[in-house]
């Protein structure tokens, strides 16, 4: 994540996927929601400072954060230090500077984590946490408990994301063919998980309903 107040040019060309937030409010938002590498931002935004920023963050996340600041006070580096950011740069600074530090970053954090996310088998996405070797599932870092079936299903379909199953197809593929029953089980457990994962289960952020087809995990 990086502020529009900065050109994140460098960093495409060079690979990474940078999405561009317009105010600090928009930002802190992404940041607590969205699953990302690294986040860049500026201490002087709009509606929400940097500092409040990596403060709120830093309390539920272990992520890199690198701070930009066009100020040369000590103490404004030092705070941001101290509300958890990881580094600092200083404006102006060449892109060439922006991109040895963000890939610095990130290979340390892979390092310090021992294993890179894709090896834990981990699923990540806006605040969903799903551990398929451990069976657990984070809602914002809260653990909810789903049984073994609606675990095995919101897994499925999260491992296919914007995809639409069928009930048919859902029962078939997480129930079993010769299992005899009523394909009615599939919404009785999408209900369910629902209920566990999603923050208005009337108007779900996840397993989304798509009328006379099925159900499509959205990301």
Same mark, same amino acid.
């Given at each position: 994540?990086? /502020?529009? %107040?900065?050109?994140?040019? /460098?960093?495409?060309?060079?690979?990474?996927?940078?999405?561009?937030?317009?105010?600090?409010?928009?930002?802190?938002?992404? +940041?607590?929601?969205?699953?990302? #590498?690294?986040?860049?931002?500026? &201490?002087?935004?709009?509606?929400? #400072?940097?500092?409040?920023?990596?403060?709120?963050?830093?309390?539920?996340?272990?992520?890199?954060? &690198?701070?930009?600041?066009?100020?040369?006070?000590?103490?404004?580096?030092? %705070?941001?230090?101290?509300?958890?950011?990881?580094?600092?740069?200083?404006?102006?600074?060449?892109? /060439?500077?922006?991109?040895?530090?963000?890939? +610095?970053?990130? /290979?340390?954090? #892979?390092?310090?984590?021992?294993?890179?996310?894709?090896?834990?088998?981990?699923?990540?996405?806006?605040?969903?946490?799903?551990?398929?070797?451990?069976?657990?599932?984070?809602?914002?870092? %809260?653990?909810?408990?789903?049984?073994?079936?609606?675990?095995? &299903?919101?897994?499925?379909? +999260?491992?296919?994301?914007?995809?639409?199953?069928?009930?048919?197809?859902?029962?078939?593929?997480?129930?079993?063919?010769?299992?005899?029953?009523?394909?009615?089980?599939?919404?009785?457990?999408?209900?369910?998980?629902?209920?566990?994962?999603?923050? #208005?289960?009337?108007?779900?952020?996840?397993?989304?309903?798509?009328?006379?087809?099925?159900? %499509?995990?959205?990301?």
């Amino acid at each position: 994540m990086i /502020s529009k %107040r900065m050109k994140g040019y /460098s960093l495409v060309i060079n690979g990474f996927n940078v999405e561009l937030v317009a105010s600090g409010k928009d930002g802190l938002e992404k +940041a607590l929601n969205v699953e990302y #590498d690294l986040i860049i931002v500026d &201490l002087m935004l709009p509606h929400t #400072d940097g500092f409040e920023i990596c403060r709120q963050v830093r309390a539920v996340k272990e992520i890199p954060i &690198l701070i930009v600041t066009a100020k040369k006070e000590d103490i404004d580096k030092i %705070r941001g230090l101290g509300l958890g950011a990881d580094d600092y740069i200083t404006k102006p600074f060449s892109p /060439s500077e922006l991109v040895a530090r963000t890939k +610095a970053h990130i /290979s340390r954090y #892979d390092r310090l984590s021992g294993i890179k996310e894709v090896d834990k088998k981990e699923i990540r996405i806006r605040g969903l946490t799903i551990e398929e070797a451990s069976h657990r599932v984070f809602v914002n870092r %809260r653990e909810v408990y789903l049984t073994a079936k609606e675990f095995e &299903l919101l897994t499925f379909l +999260a491992k296919h994301p914007n995809r639409v199953f069928s009930k048919e197809e859902l029962f078939e593929l997480i129930w079993g063919l010769d299992l005899a029953g009523d394909i009615s089980t599939v919404t009785v457990h999408i209900r369910k998980i629902r209920g566990k994962i999603e923050i #208005d289960p009337s108007n779900p952020q996840f397993i989304e309903t798509v009328w006379g087809a099925g159900y %499509r995990f959205s990301v």
